[in-house]
């Protein structure tokens, strides 16, 4: 019974390296996924455009929406479209 002892320590703190090990990894992983996310990774940052869209007011006066209205730029709206279908027809 007494050589048994040894080896089912052996093996439990086996079990317990590993999980220690998955946890840094899963830690490692999660905090580059938020550094990535900080430094603009999904989207890439911001562009003019969306730095125009963030300028505008939060006025529900009638005035107010339509001179949002009149200072957003959507002539490059049909540009993106035609780059992202000609992305996808690859």
Same mark, same amino acid.
């Given at each position: 019974?007494? $050589?048994?002892?040894?080896? $089912?320590?052996?093996?439990?703190?086996?079990?317990?390296?590993? $999980?220690?090990?998955? %946890?840094?990894?899963?830690?490692? +992983?999660?905090? =580059?996924? +938020?550094?990535?996310?900080?430094?603009?990774? +999904?989207?890439?940052?911001?562009? =003019?455009?969306?730095?125009?869209? /963030?300028?505008?007011?939060?006025? !529900? /006066? +009638?005035?107010? %929406?339509?001179? !949002?209205?009149?200072?957003?730029?959507?002539?490059?709206? !049909?540009?993106?479209?035609?780059?992202? !279908? =000609? /992305?996808?027809?690859?």
């Amino acid at each position: 019974m007494e $050589m048994n002892q040894p080896m $089912m320590q052996s093996g439990s703190s086996q079990k317990n390296m590993w $999980m220690w090990l998955v %946890i840094g990894a899963v830690v490692i +992983v999660a905090l =580059a996924a +938020v550094w990535w996310f900080w430094q603009g990774g +999904v989207l890439g940052g911001e562009d =003019a455009g969306t730095a125009m869209l /963030e300028k505008q007011g939060t006025s !529900d /006066e +009638v005035e107010a %929406i339509d001179a !949002d209205l009149q200072a957003t730029d959507l002539e490059d709206l !049909d540009a993106e479209t035609d780059a992202i !279908d =000609a /992305e996808l027809a690859r």
